[in-house]
């Protein structure tokens, strides 16, 4: 069984300022990582996902994500935000051995993110 | 670019009564799901579909939850008689192998 602990519930931080939104896992397996953004009244969407290689991924909008094993975490960062980036964002994981059979993903509570001017 | 579409956008309905979200999937995807997230709470999956049968379900997938694929391009999620704590977005997902999934903007529904 996974689980995943978002530990800022909010964030608030001023446009341009760089900011760290932290994600830590559980899992018994080897797990596949995700990030999803929800903006306000919209689905969720695909930031970035983390499934083998570089612990270092890029997602869309200068998003990036470091996967740490031994610290089972896979923090979001992004040096300088926009007003635009204000949105909810959920980590997520997937058991590896089965994203290739339609796994679940089991997520995370989400952290707010609010960019003040 | 494709997109799994949700209708209604929002739903109001009595306690007791049953309810039908619909979803389309992108179309060449194999694998269907549908998760829901009450008000502030995290989003949490309900179920999984394919090849026309259940694949994995939650807990909280109990026997007043029905999931069906009746056409080859819709996908629904009935609801029997509907809780107050039926409340919530109800998601609607869909990937291939091999791929992440893809969500739907929801189905917001008030049961009231």
């Known amino acids: 069984a996974q689980s995943v602990t978002q530990l800022d519930s909010q964030v608030p931080v001023f446009e341009e300022a760089p900011v760290e939104l932290r994600c830590n896992y559980s899992?018994?397996?080897?797990?596949?990582l995700f990030w999803y953004v929800q903006y306000p009244n919209q689905g969720l969407q695909l930031l970035l996902k983390y499934l083998s290689g570089s612990t270092l991924v890029k997602g869309i909008n200068g998003f990036e994500a470091e996967f740490n094993k031994s610290q089972t975490s896979f923090h979001l960062r992004k040096p300088s935000v926009h007003i635009s980036d204000t949105a909810e964002y959920f980590c997520a994981v997937s058991g590896s051995h089965l994203y290739n059979q339609g796994g679940k993903l089991i997520f995370g509570q989400g952290t707010e993110l609010s960019v003040k001017p | 670019e494709p997109e799994v579409t949700q209708t209604p956008s929002h739903q109001v309905t009595q306690m007791g009564q049953e309810v039908i979200l619909r979803c389309v999937p992108i179309s060449n995807h194999l694998y269907f799901y549908w998760y829901r997230q009450i008000l502030g709470q995290k989003v949490e999956f309900l179920v999984s579909?394919?090849?026309?049968?259940?694949?994995?379900k939650s807990e909280i997938f109990d026997d007043q939850f029905s999931v069906e694929r009746p056409d080859g391009s819709n996908f629904t999620l009935k609801i029997r008689s509907t809780k107050l704590e039926d409340s919530a977005m109800y998601f609607c997902?869909?990937?291939?192998?091999?791929?992440?999934?893809?969500f739907g903007q929801g189905t917001r529904l008030t049961v009231v």
């Open positions: 579909f394919y090849n026309n049968e259940i694949s994995e």
């Open positions: 997902a869909s990937s291939r192998v091999n791929t992440e999934a893809f």
């Open positions: 899992s018994s397996v080897s797990v596949y």
